[in-house]
Nanobody
């Protein structure tokens, strides 16, 4: 079955960095677009970044452009989110996602808290 397992979240000070990982299994990872979403308390889940199957194509939410970088290692079935210059408004639970039409699959999420 499809499994997505996120890791790497934690508490970081404003201006700091974190690298999230999402280990995938149960599907042909190298052929699927992968996405990172986040959900802050009281807010809707929002798309942060996505990456094409080969890793060449990437796209970002305006709020994270220039600070976050999505990447993938198809040999390791893993997608990453490098987050730099973190702000308090980046505080959220971050989720990994893929779509095997018509079903969306999600990981359990990893908490990122940006606070001094």
């Amino acid at each position: 079955q499809v499994q997505l397992v996120e890791s790497g979240g934690g508490l970081v000070q404003p201006g700091g960095s974190l690298r999230l990982s999402c280990a995938a299994s149960g599907f042909t990872f190298s052929s699927k677009v992968m996405r990172w979403y986040r959900q802050a308390p009281g807010k809707e889940r929002e798309l942060v970044a996505h990456i094409g199957s080969s890793g060449v194509f990437t796209n970002y939410a305006d709020s994270v452009k220039g600070r976050f970088t999505i990447s993938r290692d198809n040999a390791k079935n893993t997608v990453y989110l490098q987050m730099n210059s973190l702000k308090s408004e980046d505080t959220a639970v971050y989720y990994c996602n893929t779509r095997l039409n018509p079903v969306d699959y999600w990981g359990q999420g990893t908490q990122v808290t940006v606070s001094s």
